[in-house]
């Protein structure tokens, strides 16, 4: 077996052709992996200079109402992801800037693709795009061409007459391209971290493994069943167009309808609907701003009877801010309830696309790309989820420090100084452990290594069948 | 008289072929799949508005009976004043809509990238959260939607490839292709003959599939001459995929690399060259994160608070010269209230300013992506497809515009009839309304 490996290599590496598509393809990736690389730096730029600008503008903040500062607020933007040099997943059409303010939760908004026309339907050239697309009808080519070629010069005939197992065989060369398609691979994955050493983190090389591994798998499935296709097919253009047209089905047209069937499975609200049901909730609870708000005034009982006072003046306290924290809890309520439902019918349209992974291996490996990335839809609820942690902590110092920082009832014109500003930390993304969100992937890894088991008994199969002519 | 013959013979030569039958019904079976993608949202968007547009005159027809029962405003919020312009306007519930185009079946473009209402008052700007896309799940945007235009850029070309990859090669391999030769004269002659019987076929089939879409929508009565249009890209766009495998046809010797090198175009012109630019332009314009903007709206707005009304008030005669003539402006003293209201109108021309730059921003990234068509077709016609359907950026940058020329216009009014204390009554509010 090991021979026939060593003489497919070797025949690669002769075939001048080869050498140069070779070449052309490691040129084409290894610029791929430096654009990317560079997009992502001047976006890395863009973003610490946005946010070190409002930083700047928070801390400057030299005397100022603290529900006043609530409502001026500060803004999050999106960082940018060391892994999205390689797959950005879903970066250019989420958005990027959020709002965080008192009374409201924001969406994210200012999405990339909103600011110039249609470019790229399929996204920009990352290395991603190569190997989800490109790689693969290269590799699926090279398969065919693989038995085709020693079945019209009847070395294939020669083979089994030697005493060659037919599974070895198919199972040789399936490894001898792959091997082909483990080292563009290898290459993509080695000059991105050479690239990025001084940034990689354990967390890094971890999903990048993980990464690479995915990929491996999906050629080697591609690989297996062309292979499986030329070896049971007469007529070698056969295997080769239902190989296209495979490829074809598997990665431009079932992700793009499955999607978009999902969506229609388990529908979102839209957003007007969306809104009128947060503020018919939200009006159910406390109006921070209306004193003579009814269930303003059973908080105010209660707030009297506790500080053993019959009126608001003689509080030691200033009761704005405990009625505006109170509105900002009831908020927090309704902005979970609806923005959790949200995120649990993504949930489920993610589930349910997944599991197209049975009938179709790119949607696993397009899953686990993203995913590894950190770039998918579940990394960005991650984000979003942190900004809204940090947003409630935010106004919850405001009003802490409006109702127990010194001023009275009503006294709206008291301000606190800027050492408070100042203590307030910025917003620090805590990019997702991979191991806290890995079992979101298992369905995806656990129905490639399926489709890997299902590609190893074709080929058996195949080998037992084989049209030697 | 030959030619015809050879039309004849590649028809009886494609239903023999049951490979080439299936991908042809695949990829009407997807265009099919794609016009009810585009009609559901076309649907979808016009019955978001009709919705929003009863629930706004529902809303209204609470104001107007508080002008009919002499109320002030809503119970719980005694300090609202709908007799007060401030008030009326701010309460008036005006909504701009972008209005879906009958032809969208065609092509969602970027509907899906930006908002198509917006209830704009004196505080609003184009570029408000609210203008951003519906809520939809991120991947599935990432991955985008299978509609008619995807169906024709993207699986056209892979049909033809696949109706197309053994004209010439096949006979040749056959060792046939020598006597063919001697029946006709010219095998250019003949090759052209059999390319253009598929393309004739496939573009047959395209047109059923935008007979079929007019079912879906009323794009004969709203959006004949789109058709019209639409129709003619699509040929042209046909016709560039036609010449471009015809040459590949003519030059090639065997099947194999008859299908590498149409596939290899097909890969470049639809994955390559437009993902470079779209790489290359996030490179020299990476994403605005519209810290102008942010600017804009906060900081330079809190400094046009903290200014004196004397202030104000000359930056609003400068503005608005017509203030001169008010009742308030030929008062003695000024009215602090009607300056402060009319504050708006001030942070209205910092919002108008920082959104024109953004604006002008994007407007370069779209140029510098415009200067690439000659070299990237698949895009150029993807672009031309949403100017057809009114999905296109310039679309929605137009929507943009005219919000701004809402908002302008209800800033005026705001302005003048504070500065001329207006009283508001049901005919005023049914006009601020308008």
Redesign the interface.
């Given at each position: 077996m090991w021979t026939i490996i060593k003489n497919e290599i070797h025949f690669l590496c002769r075939n001048r052709a080869m050498l140069m598509i070779s070449f052309g393809f490691i040129v084409?990736l290894l610029i791929s992996v430096f654009?990317?690389i560079?997009?992502a730096e001047?976006?890395e730029?863009?973003?610490q200079?946005?946010k070190t600008?409002?930083r700047s503008?928070w801390v400057s903040i030299k005397e100022m109402n603290p529900h006043s500062a609530a409502h001026?607020?500060t803004?999050v933007?999106k960082p940018t992801n060391l892994l999205s040099s390689l797959d950005e997943?879903?970066n250019?059409?989420?958005?990027?800037?959020l709002?965080v303010e008192g009374h409201v939760q924001?969406?994210i908004?200012?999405?990339?693709?909103?600011?110039?026309?249609?470019?790229?339907?399929?996204?920009?050239?990352?290395s991603s795009?190569l190997l989800k697309?490109?790689v693969p009808?290269l590799l699926i080519?090279l398969a065919f061409?693989s038995v085709?070629s020693e079945k019209q010069s009847g070395r294939l005939k020669l083979l089994i007459l030697q005493g060659a197992k037919p599974f070895y065989i198919v199972l040789s060369k399936t490894i001898a391209v792959w091997f082909y398609g483990f080292i563009l691979l290898s290459i993509v994955v080695l000059s991105y971290t050479l690239l990025n050493l001084s940034n990689s983190t354990s967390e890094t090389f971890l999903r990048l493994s993980l990464l690479f591994l995915s990929y491996a798998i999906y050629y080697f499935i591609l690989i297996g069943l062309t292979i499986y296709f030329s070896t049971r097919w007469l007529r070698t253009?056969?295997a080769?167009?239902?190989m296209?047209?495979i490829w074809?089905?598997w990665s431009?047209?079932l992700?793009?309808?499955l999607?978009?069937s999902?969506?229609k499975w388990h529908p979102?609200?839209?957003?007007?609907e969306?809104k009128?049901a947060m503020i018919e909730d939200r009006s159910k609870g406390i109006?921070g701003h209306?004193p003579?708000?009814a269930r303003g005034e059973e908080l105010k009982e209660k707030v009297l009877k506790e500080y053993g006072v019959d009126s608001i003046s003689k509080l030691p306290i200033n009761f704005d801010g405990i009625r505006m924290q109170a509105d900002e809890d009831y908020g927090n309520i309704v902005w979970d309830k609806h923005f959790g439902n949200?995120r649990k019918v993504?949930k489920k349209?993610?589930e349910a696309?997944q599991l197209g992974g049975i009938v179709n291996p790119f949607i696993s490996l397009?899953n686990t790309s993203?995913g590894f990335a950190g770039n998918?839809?579940l990394h960005?609820q991650e984000f979003l989820v942190q900004v809204e942690n940090y947003r409630r902590d935010l106004i919850k110092a405001l009003n802490n420090e409006h109702a127990f920082g010194g001023s009275k009832t009503g006294n709206w014109g008291w301000t606190a100084n800027n050492d408070f500003y100042k203590s307030i930390p910025d917003f620090a993304y805590k990019s997702v452990a991979l191991t806290s969100v890995l079992s979101n992937y298992v369905l995806d890894i656990a129905l490639l290594l399926g489709w890997l088991i299902f590609i190893l008994l074709l080929l058996i199969r195949g080998a037992k069948k084989m049209q030697v002519i | 008289m030959k030619n015809l013959n050879v039309f004849l013979f590649e028809w009886r030569h494609f239903v023999k072929n049951p490979f080439k039958i299936v991908a042809l019904i695949l990829f009407m079976l997807a265009g099919i799949y794609g016009l009810h993608n585009g009609a559901d949202l076309y649907h979808k968007q016009q019955a978001e508005i009709e919705r929003i547009s009863s629930e706004v005159n529902a809303d209204r027809q609470e104001i107007i009976n508080y002008y009919k029962e002499g109320v002030k405003g809503p119970e719980d919020r005694p300090w609202v004043d709908v007799t007060n312009p401030y008030w009326a306007l701010r309460y008036a519930y005006k909504y701009h809509f972008k209005l879906p185009s009958a032809a969208m079946v065609y092509s969602i473009g970027q509907t899906e990238q930006f908002g198509f209402y917006k209830q704009v008052t004196f505080g609003s700007s184009p570029l408000d959260a609210d203008m951003t896309k519906e809520i939809a799940n991120p991947e599935r945007l990432q991955i985008g939607t299978l509609d008619f235009s995807f169906v024709i850029l993207f699986l056209l070309p892979l049909v033809l490839i696949i109706l197309i990859y053994n004209v010439g090669s096949f006979e040749n391999e056959q060792g046939f292709l020598n006597l063919v030769l001697v029946q006709y004269a010219s095998i250019n002659k003949w090759l052209l003959s059999r390319v253009l019987f598929y393309m004739v076929l496939t573009f047959l089939c395209v047109i059923a599939l935008m007979i079929y879409g007019t079912f879906l929508t009323d794009v004969f009565t709203d959006e004949s001459q789109a058709f019209m249009q639409i129709t003619f890209l699509v040929f042209l766009y046909l016709v560039m995929w036609t010449v471009l495998f015809f040459f590949v046809l003519k030059s090639a010797k065997n099947i194999l690399s008859n299908t590498l090198s149409m596939v290899g175009i097909y890969l470049l012109f639809t994955f390559i060259i437009p993902a470079m630019v779209h790489q290359w332009v996030s490179i020299d314009k990476p994403a605005n994160l519209m810290t102008d903007f942010i600017d804009a709206t906060r900081d330079e707005r809190e400094k046009l608070y903290n200014e004196p009304e004397v202030t104000i008030h000359a930056k609003l005669v400068n503005l608005f010269p017509e203030i001169k003539n008010t009742k308030t402006a030929q008062d003695s003293i000024l009215n602090k209230r009607v300056v402060r209201r009319s504050i708006a109108a001030l942070g209205n021309q910092l919002t108008k300013k920082s959104v024109e730059s953004i604006a002008e921003e994007s407007q370069e990234k779209n140029r510098k992506i415009q200067n690439t068509y000659w070299f990237n077709p698949v895009v150029y016609f993807q672009n031309q497809l949403n100017q057809e359907t009114r999905t296109h950026y310039q679309n929605y940058q137009d929507y943009s515009n005219n919000i701004q020329s809402a908002i302008d216009e209800q800033v005026k009014e705001l302005v003048l009839d504070m500065y001329d204390t207006v009283k508001v009554d049901e005919k005023r509010y049914l006009n601020y309304t308008k």
């Open positions: 084409v654009l990317g560079k997009q001047e976006q730029k863009i973003y200079e946005a600008h409002l503008q001026y607020g803004y933007f997943g879903v250019s059409v989420t958005g990027n800037v709002r924001n969406e908004v200012h999405s990339e693709a909103s600011q110039m026309i249609s470019v790229s339907k399929f996204g920009k050239l990352k795009l697309f490109i009808l080519f061409y085709s253009t056969i080769l167009t239902s296209l047209g074809m089905i431009v047209f992700p793009n309808i999607m978009s999902v969506e979102l609200p839209s957003r007007a969306f009128t109006d209306n003579s708000d949200l993504q349209q993610k696309f397009q993203m998918d839809n960005h | -």
